[in-house]
């Protein structure tokens, strides 16, 4: 039972992890498309701040052994990918 406890909580910090992820690229999205372009210091400021935030999160989750470490660099980067997929396709506007 107590092991069933673990996985399930290794599991929850993943999906909150990636769930915090999606909400940073949703509100970076919606930055974009209404309110700044990238290379305003807003952007850049907002971006910069939800990054850390996230790495925060990751460090804590791996420091528990909720998560390991190869799996928050993973989802740091995925949503890295994804946000320069964005610029980039901002910049073509």
Same mark, same amino acid.
């Given at each position: 039972?107590?092991?069933?406890?673990?996985?399930?909580?290794?599991?929850?910090?993943?999906?909150?992890?990636? #769930?915090? #992820? #999606?909400?940073?690229?949703?509100?970076?999205?919606?930055?974009?498309?209404?309110?700044?372009?990238?290379?305003?210091?807003?952007?850049?400021?907002?971006?910069?701040?939800?990054?850390?935030?996230?790495? %925060?999160?990751?460090?804590?989750?791996? %420091?528990?052994?909720?998560?390991?470490?190869?799996?928050?660099?993973?989802?740091?980067?995925?949503?890295? %990918?994804?946000?320069?997929?964005?610029?980039?396709?901002?910049?073509?506007?």
């Amino acid at each position: 039972m107590a092991s069933e406890m673990i996985i399930d909580h290794k599991e929850k910090a993943n999906a909150l992890l990636k #769930a915090d #992820a #999606a909400k940073i690229l949703k509100l970076i999205k919606v930055q974009m498309d209404n309110l700044t372009m990238p290379q305003c210091p807003l952007y850049e400021e907002v971006l910069d701040t939800q990054m850390f935030g996230l790495s %925060r999160e990751i460090d804590f989750a791996v %420091r528990l052994g909720l998560i390991e470490e190869t799996e928050g660099k993973a989802i740091l980067d995925e949503l890295e %990918r994804e946000l320069s997929i964005l610029h980039e396709a901002s910049v073509k506007k």
